[in-house]
């Protein structure tokens, strides 16, 4: 458990040291930004749309954290000197999913400021245009510090990031006199959100673990990820002429078992789906990992 | 503590190592030398535990690499050829992080990671981006991050290729300054490097043993005459036909220097001292006898020697290129 975590934190500091991360992180928090305000202001104030939408971006960004993991490794050599440690392929494996994992719920604690906004919109209804200013300003300050960190290499950004993030929490939870409404939601969407990421993570592992190449890594894992939204779309074009088809994709589409999340159910089904998704690619990783080595 | 037995590993058809066998006992530096392609990395995979081997066994520190691969890898040290590191790590941070995943406890972390820094000369680069360091730091931080955790057995993957002549100098010194208790296996295609760092040799040619043995060993068993070079000043037609007739002196071959002295490259028989002989003759006939000198074989001559020897007499042409 030692080396794993070792390998965790090793991985969690290089996408603080990495352009990767911040760019990806930059890139999350405007896109969800925008569908977090576009909702907010023209309509209901709620975070379905958000979270729904979330799917489709994931699909294009989470691949991006993946692809260096052990293509980079494989590529450069150094996974000679990883694996000539006293670590087996499981707990090399385990350690990069945990890093990246962590560095993702990194980037959904970066969104909290959202459902924080949400509350201060429903504290102070009569104002509605107000919290999504405080939003914005809040999203940008945040971005700030995170290029600040970026451009200032060498020095450890860790401490920006957090200055940033905490004095955005802080003015926001000042801001939220009033309770967060609709919380069962928000909470059940979060824990979908991270399951569903944690799956193509997974899936990103893998794909990382088949090539030396970043690019065909990424690649490969976007058309993977991409092709389980295409079924789920085809799930929409087949359930009139074949209605079983569409059952069965019902049941494996990631998107689907998605919304339970966001509408506040927590069915163990959606959760079995995601858990048996990301054991099944690192278990095959760590196969991938093993035979490289073999030849 | 490396114990290597009958080692063979396919690359498809072609057997990249074949029965390899040897042993490196505590303390001692072994030098693993062939040309390129021989099978050196390959083996040094297999001892590290990066790969199996298809036949045979290795053993680090008793453990088997296979069998108990985990418990054998915490008692060794490797660094690859191409000297593969995290660039975007800082060497301090690099070095934690080796020394944490093999194991050192949290209070003897700092001590580790210092002694390493101290014993490869780094210190003043600690808090530099790997990347950012140059071609000889680069080595030196991938040897540190080798011996972080104290291992027994340090396995060098040609640990003085890329580095220019004072590099390698220093590079040689570090490595007899490692020595210690603990077991150096170093491979090198360049034979006076081998002859330079290690304590015995092991040649290996087209992924078999050759030789096992010191350099000094190596030089004297092979050895079938006695050379000398010897510089006179007088005629060379003359000289070379006294000389020539002298008994014991199997050849003789001369050419000029460019201050008008001729050197004689002699060759006598292993049975008699002709060294005596030639300096006398030399005297009487009043010429000037400038330089007298025993030449040892060196190991490029041993190297052909036992690959010629190893070898069908169609393909001593290919090692003629080595």
């Keep these: 458990m030692k080396a794993v975590l070792t390998i965790a934190e090793r991985e969690i500091r290089s996408y603080f040291t990495s352009p990767v991360g911040f760019v990806v992180l930059a890139g999350f928090l405007l896109i969800t930004g925008f569908f977090f305000y576009v909702p907010l202001a023209l309509e209901h104030g709620t975070l379905r749309p958000m979270v729904q939408n979330t799917t489709v971006y994931l699909t294009f960004l989470l691949p991006a954290l993946t ?11 150094t996974i000679e000197i990883l694996m000539t440690s006293p670590v087996t392929e499981a707990q090399a494996v385990l350690g990069k999913f945990l890093g990246v994992c962590a560095f993702y719920v990194v980037m959904l604690v970066a969104t909290l400021q ?69 919380s069962g939601p928000v909470i059940t969407g979060y824990l979908g959100l991270f399951l569903l990421g944690a799956s193509f993570l997974a899936v990103g592992l893998l794909c990382s673990a088949l090539t030396r190449n970043q690019i065909v890594a990424y690649v490969v894992g976007l058309v993977l990820l991409l092709g389980m939204l295409i079924v789920d779309w085809m799930s929409d074009w087949v359930r009139r002429s074949v209605p079983w088809i569409a059952e069965v994709i019902s049941y494996i589409s990631v998107r689907q078992h998605l919304e339970n999340f966001a509408k506040g159910v927590i069915d163990t089904r959606d959760i079995f789906l995601y858990v048996s998704l990301m054991v099944l690619c690192l278990a095959l990783t760590v196969r991938a990992v093993a035979t490289t080595r073999w030849k | 503590m490396v114990e290597v037995e009958n080692l063979t590993k396919y690359y498809g058809d072609l057997a990249a190592v074949d029965g390899v066998t040897f042993a490196a006992q505590k303390g001692e530096i072994l030098g693993f030398l062939g040309p390129n392609g021989a099978g050196k990395t390959t083996t040094m995979r297999i001892i590290a535990g990066f790969m199996p081997p298809d036949r ?54 700092r001590a580790c990671v210092e002694a390493a820094l101290e014993a490869t000369d780094v210190a003043e680069r600690e808090h530099w981006l790997i ?59 360049i034979l006076p490097e081998a002859q330079a760092m290690s304590d015995r040799i092991v040649i290996i040619d087209r992924g078999r043993v050759v030789a096992i043995d010191t350099t000094h060993n190596l030089t004297t068993r092979l050895q079938r005459v006695h050379r000398l070079r010897v510089e006179v000043r007088g005629p060379r037609t003359e000289v070379q ?42 005297v009487k006939n009043g010429w000037a006898l400038l330089e007298l000198d025993t030449r040892e074989m060196t190991l490029e001559e041993i190297f052909l020697e036992l690959t010629r020897r190893q070898r069908p007499a169609g393909a001593s042409q290919e090692v003629a290129k080595v």
């Design chain 1, 114 to 182: 959202f459902p924080l906004v949400l509350s201060v919109a429903r504290a102070t209804s009569g104002t509605p245009i107000f919290p999504g200013y405080v939003g914005i300003i809040i999203l940008v300050g945040t971005l700030t510090t995170a290029v600040m960190a970026a451009v200032t290499p060498g020095n450890r950004p860790l401490p920006w990031v957090a200055a940033g993030f905490a004095l955005a929490l802080v003015i926001v939870t000042i801001l939220a006199i009033g309770k967060l409404p609709e």
């Design chain 2, 241 to 282: 036909a006294r000389l020539n007739a002298l008994p014991g002196i199997l050849r003789v071959d001369s050419r000029d220097t460019r201050d008008g002295a001729t050197v004689f490259d002699v060759e006598g028989s292993m049975e008699t001292d002709v060294r005596e002989r030639i300096s006398t003759t030399i």
């Design chain 1, 67 to 77: 692809m260096r993991l052990l293509a980079e490794e494989k590529k450069t050599g």
């Design chain 2, 131 to 189: 990347g950012k360091l140059s071609k000889g730091f680069r080595r030196r931080v991938g040897i540190a991050q080798a011996l972080v955790h104290n291992p027994d057995v340090l396995i060098l993957d040609e640990p003085t290729e890329g580095l220019d002549p004072i590099q390698v100098i220093a590079m040689r010194d570090l490595i007899r300054k490692l020595r210690g208790q603990r077991t150096i296996f170093l491979s090198t295609h």
């Design chain 2, 56 to 109: 045979g066994t290795a053993r680090v520190a008793g453990y088997d690499v296979v069998e108990d691969s985990v418990e054998a890898r915490r008692h060794l040290g490797y660094l690859p050829e191409n000297v593969p590191l995290y660039d975007d790590m800082t060497v301090g941070h690099y070095l934690t992080f080796f020394a944490k995943l093999r194991g050192v406890s949290k209070k003897q972390l």
